[in-house]
């Protein structure tokens, strides 16, 4: 039975919602959506040169103040060109995207993800095939990207998802081993409690963290992940009956009624600020939290770990890792030709491989970057150590149908609120699934 979590007061972190997240220049601006629009003007454009300007649509908030620095470093070269960088959180981002090309404001370059994602936009897409940058690309993260055997997107890093944890009070609950099943999961979560440290931050109040990363454990967990998404989709597979699906629930369970808050109290900007300030020993992201942690308490001693929901250790001791998203140039930009450009600097550069590496913190996904293991920080480097020991589980979250990982964030939401049971929850999971299918 999972007990009561007390309503908490929204912490005074959340007054600084944008901590690390948005520009300090002049030439940016916030509101409380975490919606930053900001233009980078280029003086240095000759009279001769007409100034175009290149629109980039952002869901990736974390890195919004290097993309910043990017631009004016790319402007300094390329003197007639002026970018515009919107940068909003994953939660909205999706609906602002197909607003804006509804509205004809369609950016120039934006974000969508691999598999589902590229099939939904590709015919607003242009065909990148042909650029330089294409040949480097490691193997794996070319799928994704790939329709009818064209490459529509560009990876800008390959990401890791699993529990951050802090070392530090680890070591204070006495806790040596990492948890790798279940079993030394649950001993795990008692030394913390035992020690007087909250085991979890755990954020559920926006609907990316549960729907896309938290049900991803569920899902990359089947027997054949593809097979049995084309089961739940035929009809011979079920989520009311899966055994793993309810195995995760014990997890879920496990985790919200350990949290340091009411989770449903906890959205991205808490998460981050939280569990920067150590009021618990473990948070569910990607190692792309990195920087940001950095910035609030760089002193945080980090590691990334598992995500058991049973007692297999050979299924269970792996992290989540691929290309969660890709950048595409609109087929009918009238700047594509100055926005592929662009992107091959990012991807071809020296000044593009430092920031993806050091400013972005990325594991970068072309043959021809390497990444410094002092740069990239520690949660990408524990991203990479497990992925050199065994094979890393999917993002399956990309072949999900389109619009569902949202759908599914919500439903799970009810379930932390005590709005639904578990039998609820994966009647709902199946529900959602059968109307989106096909989607």
Known sequence: MRKDLLVSIVSLS???????????????SNNSNENTNSEITNNNATEEEETVTIQLFNNKVEIHDELLDLAR????ENSHVRIEIESLSADDYPSQLTTKFSAGESPDIFRVLGHSGLETWVEYLEDLSDQPWVDNMIESTKPAATFDDKIYGMPLGIEGLGYIYNKDLFDEAGITEVPTTFTEMEEAVAKLNEAGISPFVSSFAETFNPGFFATNNAFAKQEDPSAFMEGLSEGTASF?????????????DLEIDNAHKDPMSIGYSEQVTDFATEQGAITLSTNSLQSLLDEINPDLNLGMMPMPLNDDEHLNDRLFSNVPFYWGIHNESEVKEEAKEFLTWLSMSE??????????????????????SELIGPLANDVQQYANEK???????NKFPTGLAPQLGSALQKYVSYESDREELLAEFQRLWDSMKDQ
Not at 19 to 25: E, K, V
Not at 352 to 366: N, V
Request: hydrophobic content about 40%; proline content about 5%.
């Open 14 to 28: 959340s007054l600084i919602l944008f901590a690390g997240c948005a520009s300090n220049d002049s030439d940016a």
């Open 73 to 76: 470093e790319y402007q300094s």
């Open 240 to 252: 009311t009956d899966n055994e793993i699906f309810n195995q995760w629930l014990d997890l879920i």
């Open 351 to 372: 000044a593009g491989e430092r920031y993806i590496t050091e400013e972005f913190k990325h594991i970068p996904p072309f043959t021809t970057m390497e990444a410094d």
């Open 391 to 397: 094979p890393s589980l999917a993002l399956e979250w």
